[in-house]
């Protein structure tokens, strides 16, 4: 049976992902920038992960699948982070309980390994569409 851990899912900012998405927000540069996971060492080892692992990242909102990659941060069990992406708004509520703007710095999802692809920037166009 595969683990699934909690985590509370922070979006941050990146240059690096941000230019790539200027340039296409289709292109494989992007997808592989944005399409990410970043966990604290012990909820690697939880999930029985390796950098590059796809995961099943779900919660209450929505579901996607990215690739984990070990933060090289200080320990930060239960924390994990995720670039604000077409991928982590699948994650976001409307807005967030008692104001109104989007709840995307304290996500609450549950995380399993999974053998599926990443999801396709198609396919998260799609369901916004939808």
């Known amino acids: 049976m595969t683990a699934e851990v909690q985590v509370t899912i922070v979006t941050v900012q990146d240059i690096f992902q941000d230019e790539a998405g200027r340039k296409s927000r289709f292109s494989d540069e992007y997808k592989n920038l944005s399409a990410l996971i970043i966990l604290d060492k012990q909820d690697m080892i939880r999930l029985q992960a390796k950098d590059g692992q796809k995961l099943l990242v779900k919660n209450e909102v929505g579901s996607v699948i990215v690739a984990a990659r070990t933060s090289e941060d200080e320990m930060h069990a239960g924390l994990a982070f995720m670039y604000n992406s077409p991928w982590s708004n699948q ?25 599926q692809d990443i999801t396709q920037i198609s396919e998260l166009q799609a369901r916004m569409q939808s």
């Open 91 to 115: 994650l976001v509520s409307d807005v967030a309980p008692g104001c109104s703007i989007p709840g995307n710095k304290r996500i609450k999802a549950a995380l399993s390994t999974t053998e």
